[in-house]
């Protein structure tokens, strides 16, 4: 509920998402570009937006995918129904 009492409509979306190919598994060199992706994404204008709008501290998830050898990052955000209106029309 919101401050007026009213239910409001909450989404967690996947607000950005990259690969990285599993060659560099557990590495320094893996590290850094990850946190590189990161901070690029967190300084442009979406991240930046999605910062400021979600409801909580967007969060980072990877998982392997053992058939394309690869790793896949999501970076997910909690948003109200109007931000996330916003968000779709604008960088989905």
Known sequence: MNDQGRVEE????VVH????NESYRG???NEAI???ILNKWENSEAGKWVIEHSIEKPKLHHVLDLY???RRYKITATLRGTDMTY??????
């Open 87 to 92: 968000w779709e029309l604008k960088y989905g």
């Open 27 to 29: 590495s320094k060199e």
């Open 68 to 70: 394309a050898s690869m």
């Open 10 to 13: 909450i989404w967690k979306v």
């Open 34 to 36: 990850v946190a590189d």
């Open 17 to 20: 998402s990259f690969d990285l």
